[in-house]
Nanobody, 120 residues
């Protein structure tokens, strides 16, 4: 089992910055991808950014150039640096981890989320 705990959310004015953290604990062996998703009221959950075990990253078009995902393996932590925030970035941000334990054995874990509110 893997536990994910997000932190760093809050209320910020448009144009401001926040840094989210996702700490993984438990049996973290085999985690090969960690991603941030977000869900705004009345909308579907969407991928924001992801980072793989080889360090490769991917971003949603809406956040590319403003958000940066990074990882610290020693701390089992993934960060999401969010700059130039916009009101449309307001959402609950969730951390997701995919653990690969063999062919046909992929496990999906989610944190409880952290609220990000951007005021105009």
């Amino acid at each position: 089992q893997v536990q994910l705990v997000e932190s760093g959310g809050g209320l910020v004015q448009a144009g401001g910055s926040l840094r989210l953290s996702c700490v993984a604990s438990g049996s973290t062996f085999g985690i090969n991808n960690i991603a941030w998703y977000r869900q705004a009221p009345g909308k579907q959950r969407e991928l924001v950014a992801g980072i793989s075990s080889d360090g490769s990253t991917n971003y949603a078009v809406a956040v590319k150039g403003r958000f940066t995902i990074s990882g610290d393996n020693a701390k089992n932590t993934v960060y999401l640096q969010m700059n130039s925030l916009k009101p449309e970035d307001t959402a609950v941000y969730y951390c997701n981890a995919v653990q690969h334990m063999g062919v046909g054995y992929d496990y999906d874990y989610w944190g409880r989320g952290t609220q990000v509110t951007v005021s105009s």
